[in-house]
Nanobody
């Protein structure tokens, strides 16, 4: 079992930066693939980025490539998302998610079975 708690999001102007963090508890976190998803207002939840248990492999949605960086700390059981050059279309509720221990990367979306409560990120024009 893994419990995930996101840090507070925030309001930022377009072109600005924001770093999201997610604190995890549970013994299997360091063997899980972890990811960030987001749900823009009025839209379906969408994938943002994911990182393998070893932190060697990462995968990004096209929307965040070159602007977002996902990282993890398996000693302190944390996951982060550094977001630069933010755009109004990045406005969404952001969720961290984790799989059960898995060694195939990338996992399928339905392998993400642990979810945080979500945190609001608003980017003003």
């Amino acid at each position: 079992q893994v419990q995930l708690v996101e840090s507070e999001g925030g309001l930022v102007q377009a072109g600005g930066s924001l770093r999201l963090s997610c604190a995890a508890s549970g013994r299997t976190f360091r063997r899980s693939t972890v990811a960030w998803f987001r749900q823009p207002p009025g839209k379906e939840r969408e994938f943002v980025a994911e990182i393998a248990w070893s932190a060697i492999s990462t995968n990004y949605a096209d929307s965040g490539k070159g602007r977002f960086t996902i990282s993890r700390d398996n000693v302190n059981n944390t996951l982060s998302l550094q977001m630069n050059n933010l755009k109004p279309e990045d406005t969404a509720v952001y969720y961290c998610a984790a799989t059960k221990p898995v060694y195939v990367f990338p996992p399928s979306v339905n392998e993400y079975v642990y979810w945080g409560q979500g945190t609001q990120v608003t980017v003003s024009a």
